[in-house]
């Protein structure tokens, strides 16, 4: 399977086919809004001006997986990211990352992928790696660690690389060039 085989649902409950991303480098995210992380949709949306003209979408996927971080009505959540971090790109529908309810383009992603990097510097790096313990006991492959784990698919939608919680949206920015280049 392709990631092109997989669908996507809205904040407004709209079927969305990755089909029609085909071309585009994709940087798709777990994102949450009350999430140590979350001052990182401020990268996000650098990179998604500086890029999406050339070919950057930027697919966001609040989980609310990973110690009720993501609280809020799909809605909330979008008002919150354009309110407090001006963010242009949507926020998709909220959905699991993980367990029997993950959603199958993170399944994907994961199989795809499966290597989450190992957390730099995270002050609950101690809750976190109980939290991989539990899911890594369920025998699921490339379970997602926690929030803002962030995949880059390059544009024939091949899963290219794998970025972990700690590594920040501006950090890989060359990565994304390379894809947009190829």
Known sequence: MSIYDYH????DDKTVSL????????????TATGCGFTPQYEGLETLYKKYHDKGLEILDFPCDQFGHQ???SDDEIHNFC??????TFDQQKKLEVNGDAADPLFTFLKTALPD???????????????????????GEKGIINWNFTKFLVAKDGTPAFRFG?????????????SLLAA
Do not use: H, S
């Open 8 to 11: 996507f649902k809205t904040r």
């Open 19 to 30: 089909a029609d991303y085909k071309g585009k480098v994709l940087l798709i995210v777990n």
């Open 70 to 72: 993501a609280p809020g």
């Open 82 to 87: 354009v309110l407090r971090y001006n963010t």
């Open 116 to 138: 989450d990097p190992e957390p730099k510097g995270m002050k609950n790096k101690l809750a976190m790696k109980g939290i991989a313990k539990l899911l890594k006991n369920t």
């Open 165 to 177: 919680p700690t590594d920040k949206p501006l950090d890989f920015e060359d990565k994304i060039n």
